[in-house]
């Protein structure tokens, strides 16, 4: 689902209004971005319920159908934005191909937030191991620096809704009440952050020159913790010490190994964050990159605590 957003300054929003694709147009709607008007779809696939909600919605959002391959349909829609966010799956990075093809030609695009919205894909370090997860990603940005397009790229890490719910145990759905694996020794910090003020701060750099051709991270102090401190915080809030069974790298590589794909995935991004710290083993270079909560320290955002008191 392809969404474009106007306002009357003709900033705008466009992206794929799938879970995150619905918040960020919801944050639009909301106010909390310059946007105000109607939004404007083209899609490869039927309008979702939440989609043909906000059509009825007192906003004034049309769904277009169309296809994602079909350039000269994202043509016409994007000679009407300024800023393009996409959202699609992991699964569909390189079909971010034509768009970006389609915004080289039309020639008016302001910003191109490409699909990412995970750990930097540049500093990554499991490429013997992810299937080309994040290459393709780093594909898409070569792509977009080569064509001049202008870009923010985001970097949230992980979403709350992923891992965190289970304390990090694989297979889980919720936490743990009496044992708890802890993967490598346990120190190693990784970043949780909410799907809807992830949106909030994609929004927020839409127009911003602070974040033009850089990298937004998003790595809150509060959201910011390793798996000994996340087990800790969940223990103080149920009153109860956890047995801690520890399993170390060369346990979970033989786990990753044994397991097929696209199963053992889970784990992979497990060693990726809290074996190897590819969210957390690098610095900020202010020459390309910015951190969100720093630069826009007026948007709320829930921490890891707050997100798991809602689990109690």
């Not at 799938?18 to 039927?46: E, H, K, M, N, Y």
């Amino acid at each position: 689902m392809l969404c474009a957003h106007f306002d009357r300054s003709r900033h705008s929003e466009v992206g794929f209004a799938g879970r995150f694709g619905q918040r960020a147009t919801r944050v639009c709607l909301a106010g909390d971005s310059p946007a105000d008007g109607g939004v404007q779809a083209t899609s490869s696939a039927p309008a979702t319920a939440a989609a043909n909600s906000m059509a009825e919605s007192k906003s004034k959002i049309l769904i277009i159908g169309g296809s994602l391959h079909d350039e000269e349909i994202l043509i016409e829609a994007l000679k009407q934005v300024d800023v393009v966010i996409c959202a699609v799956a992991s699964k569909q990075v390189h079909d971010q191909k034509p768009l970006t093809s389609a915004i080289k030609r039309v020639g008016c695009i302001k910003r191109f937030i490409p699909s990412e919205f995970g750990s930097d894909p540049d500093r990554t370090r499991v490429s013997h191991l992810d299937h080309n997860f994040y290459s393709r990603k780093s594909e898409i940005r070569r792509l977009v620096e080569s064509q001049g397009i202008p870009y923010t790229y985001i970097c949230c890490n992980f979403y709350t809704s992923y891992l965190l719910p289970s304390l990090v145990q694989p297979g889980r759905q919720a936490p743990p009440q009496d044992n708890v694996t802890i993967f490598g020794d346990g120190n190693v910090r990784g970043v949780f952050m909410k799907e809807s003020d992830v949106a909030a701060f994609t929004i927020s750099t839409m127009d911003d020159p602070c974040t033009l051709n850089k990298t937004l991270y998003l790595r809150p102090p509060g959201n910011t913790v390793s798996m000994n401190e996340l087990v800790t915080i969940w223990e103080e809030k149920i009153g109860k010490k956890l047995e801690r069974n520890y399993i170390s790298e060369e346990e979970l590589l033989k786990r990753i190994q044994e397991n097929p794909y696209p199963e053992n995935m889970q784990m992979v991004f497990i060693y990726s964050v809290f074996v190897k710290g590819d969210q957390t083993y690098y610095d900020i270079n202010s020459s390309n990159g910015v951190e969100g909560t720093q630069l826009y320290p007026h948007i709320e955002y829930t921490t890891v605590s707050q997100f798991l008191d809602k689990l109690l």
